[in-house]
């Protein structure tokens, strides 16, 4: 596992919180960052800050120079053919509406078919609805099996040659589950379909690559791989990304520009229109280079062993019941305890210096085919150990019994 | 930061026992909101007659603080008029704030205060007296 030394290099953990020493277990929703990250981003606005790609002078070059510097890295770290598929976005959300407000409107029209599973965070779910309600589109979702992993034979059936795009995530936000991306891309595009990733919880922590997986669009978000807020990407097959029309229009992306008609620059910046997020850049480089020393197969493997810990852990806890397969291959294990209501779980939890997540982790649709209202969920990143599980268990247990006292 | 100024033993109690909890079979003043943020929901239904609430009763989902804030306030208003309903709703607002408010005639409420010493279930508290403004919103513009 990866040595626990590595938390001296994330200052916020270095903190107690209502008593007792943080445990971080929220990383689902966002990471934290190490000093090399802030270091970066500080660095860059106390050295280099100036607008891209249009200053003769000194400082714009480094600007430039340091902004395309992090495309090139996260073109590396995913193994895009290409910086031109790289387009850098606010995050996720972005990414994923992009892609249905553009390729989308394009080429879905009434009667074709967009599939989703019910397990979608709600920003790979809303922006389909919408194209669908838009086009005359339907949607359609592959059923989940009892432990939220979906199969290939259903897929076959879910997926015909009406359907267009097939959007999933790579990695659930709530169930632990890592879909099969490679097999449903293949199945897609024998259907002459184009497959579109989120790969938010995917890549923080495991090693992707786009190419391998044949995937048309895949999206990312900084934030919860050591990165800056406001940071993301979308990255696409180049020959997808030229036949598509900007999203946005105003400053840097245009070629020439005339009184009734303009052109627009080449990929990667024909989509990133007005000032870019530079830092964020920044800080999304810095966070690559992080997290490529300590290497994406060392951060999987570590959290797949915890994960592993806290099933074996919680399961001693009487009346815990936690969701989705055992044996899971990601960091996020979703649980409720008993009657306790997550809200009240995670302020019981919070007293003790643990965060985790309660409510229905945008995934409404998911929570009814649960048929809960909420969840608790913890989910781990390199910085975790098993001390931290401890804790969590021994807190929930504590939690426990507060309530069985309150409730006797 | 102490648990039991959270969890007083009444609140627990409204949350075991939930008074006016169900809803009515005629189709009374129904008043749906949600928590986005969280998923907690609640469906409140008020009779009122003549400027006074006769009859309170709610249904939903959420934490012990919701339920149990739905639970009083159903009680609390029950027999009141629309506006000192309203007043009340203001006193709960207050004291969702910090700020020191006397709820004389309906003390359980007081218990609630604790919530102000966490923010993050202020929202919690205050999806049931959330219900009624609208609901009394509504019922005065059909007036």
Not at chain 1, 393 to 398: E, P
Not at chain 2, 38 to 59: F, N, P, W
Not at chain 2, 96 to 106: A, N, Q
């Amino acid at each position: 596992m990866i040595s626990s030394t590595i938390r001296e290099q994330f200052p916020i953990l270095n903190q107690d919180i209502n008593g007792h020493p943080l445990v971080y277990l929220d990383n689902a929703a966002t990471s934290q960052k190490p000093r090399q990250v802030i270091e970066a981003v500080k660095s860059y606005y106390e050295w280099d800050n100036a607008n891209v790609h249009r200053g003769v002078h000194t400082l714009g070059s480094r600007a430039t120079d340091a902004y395309e510097g992090a495309r090139e890295k996260l073109a590396r770290f995913i193994n895009a053919r290409s910086t031109k598929e790289i387009i850098f976005t606010r995050g996720t959300t972005t990414a994923l509406n992009m892609v249905a407000s553009s390729y989308g409107a394009a080429n879905v029209g009434e009667g074709d078919e967009i599939v989703l599973t019910l397990m979608e965070h709600h920003s790979n779910l809303i922006p389909w609805q919408q194209l669908a309600k838009r086009t005359g589109a339907t949607l359609k979702y592959i059923p989940l099996q009892q432990d939220g992993n979906i199969t290939l034979a259903d897929a076959e059936a879910t997926i015909t040659d009406r359907t267009k795009i097939v959007a999933i995530a790579y990695v659930s936000n709530v169930m632990g589950v890592t879909h099969p991306v490679k097999e449903l891309a293949e199945i897609a595009h024998r259907h002459g379909a184009v497959i579109v990733v989120d790969g938010a919880q995917s890549t923080p922590h495991m090693k992707v690559d786009v190419q391998d997986l044949d995937c048309d669009f895949y999206t990312l978000s900084g934030h919860k791989m050591c990165a800056p807020t406001g940071i993301g990407a979308l990255y696409g097959k180049k020959a997808l990304l030229e036949a598509m029309e900007p999203v946005e229009f105003g400053g840097e992306m245009i070629d020439d520009v005339g009184l009734y008609e303009s052109t627009w620059k080449e990929l990667p910046w024909k989509f990133e229109g007005g000032t870019p997020i530079i830092a964020g850049a920044v800080g999304l480089g810095a966070a690559v280079d992080f997290l490529q020393e300590i290497g994406m197969e060392a951060i999987h493997q570590h959290e797949k062993q915890l994960a592993a810990y806290a099933e074996q852990r919680l399961a001693e806890i009487d009346g815990l019941n936690v969701f989705g397969p055992r044996g899971r291959g990601v960091g996020v294990v979703t649980f409720n305890l008993g009657d306790v209501h997550p809200h009240d779980v995670a302020t019981v939890l919070d007293a003790q210096g643990i965060a985790i997540r309660a409510g229905h982790h945008c995934c409404q649709p998911l929570m009814r085919w649960l048929q809960v209202s909420s969840t608790a969920r913890a989910s781990f990143y390199l910085y975790n150990t098993e001390q931290d599980v401890d804790r969590l268990v021994s807190a929930l247990i504590k939690t426990k019994e507060y309530f069985a006292d309150e409730l006797g | 930061m102490n648990l039991d100024d959270l969890y007083r033993r009444v609140i627990m109690d409204h949350y075991k026992n939930p008074r006016n909890r169900g809803s009515f079979e005629d189709d009374a003043l129904k008043i749906e909101l949600n928590n986005p943020t969280c998923g907690d929901r609640i469906t409140l239904q008020l009779k009122v007659e003549d400027g006074i609430v006769k009859d309170a009763r709610y249904s939903g989902e959420g934490c012990s603080i919701s339920m149990s804030s739905a639970s009083m306030m159903t009680e609390a208003v029950k027999g009141k008029t629309v506006a000192q309903s309203l007043e009340l709703a203001n006193r709960f607002s207050d004291l969702m704030k910090g700020e020191t408010v006397d709820f004389e005639d309906y003390e359980d409420i007081e218990a609630l205060s604790g919530v102000n010493k966490f923010p993050a279930r202020i929202k919690c508290a205050t999806l049931a007296w959330n219900a009624l403004r609208k609901g009394i919103d509504e019922e005065q513009q059909h007036q």
